[in-house]
């Protein structure tokens, strides 16, 4: 099973206003990253949130991460239509010899100008 | 400065066909890995290498070889296609491994008849 899930799978919001996304996961995390897929195009990443780090900023971006509930979000303010896209989260839960980042499935964001 | 580059963009295989695709990256990463995308699944890591001569499977390694002899050469090689190969294929590299942000190509989309 996947070990990080984003929810909700899709969401639409009008420009100008901010866009929260979640993602669970299972197990103990090093890390845990975001990234940004445009249309037919390449993953881009976006922010690296440590285990022991609680939140980070990027520009319009915020990432947090809360260990004790194993859950990270993505906040994106004053949101933009050039930001449509989907949104991964991927976990590093690597130990020893098991060693992947493991991807969601992806919400897809609509921003509407 | 390319980053990381994947040929060819498209291709068509028939079932049975063989064939490689290429990545390159020109930033010096140790760590190249292979992931395909499948609608509703999430990006899934394929074949995965942490330096040149050294390679090691993913989640779903059945039915695909790499070979990593150059720093900057990580190609896939599809055996015998198959119809469940059809997918879209994306190249990523980094300089540490899963602690470092992920670098992708633009991807191959790939179809078997």
């Known amino acids: 099973s996947q070990q990080g899930e984003e929810d909700p799978q899709a969401l639409s919001i009008q420009e100008g206003e901010n866009a929260t996304m979640n993602c669970s996961y299972k197990t103990s995390i090093n890390n845990l990253q975001w990234y940004r897929q445009n249309s037919g195009r390449g993953l881009v990443h976006l922010i690296l949130?440590?285990?022991?780090?609680r939140e980070k900023h990027s520009g319009r971006l915020r990432v947090t991460l809360d260990t004790s509930k194993k859950s990270s979000s993505l906040l994106i303010t004053a949101s933009r239509a050039a930001d449509t896209a989907s949104y991964f989260c991927a976990t590093d839960a690597s130990t020893g010899a098991n060693s992947k980042l493991t991807f969601g499935k992806g919400i897809t964001l609509s921003v509407r100008p | 400065n390319a980053g990381v580059t994947q040929t060819p963009k498209f291709q068509v295989l028939k079932t049975g066909q063989s064939m490689t695709l290429q990545c390159a990256q020109d930033?010096?990463?140790?760590?190249m890995s292979w992931y395909r995308q499948d609608p509703g699944m999430g990006l899934r890591l394929i074949h995965y290498?942490?330096?040149?001569?050294?390679?090691d499977q993913g989640e779903v390694p059945n039915g695909y070889n790499v070979s990593r002899s150059t720093t900057e050469d990580f190609p896939l090689r599809l055996l015998s296609a198959a119809p469940s190969q059809t997918s879209v294929y994306f190249c990523?590299?980094?300089?540490?491994?899963?602690?470092?942000?992920?670098?992708f190509g633009n991807g191959t989309r790939l179809t078997v008849t």
């Open positions: 990523a590299s980094s300089w540490t491994g899963w602690n470092a942000p992920l670098h």
């Open positions: 290498s942490v330096g040149a001569g050294i390679t």
């Open positions: 930033m010096n990463h140790e760590y």
């Open positions: 949130i440590r285990s022991n780090e």
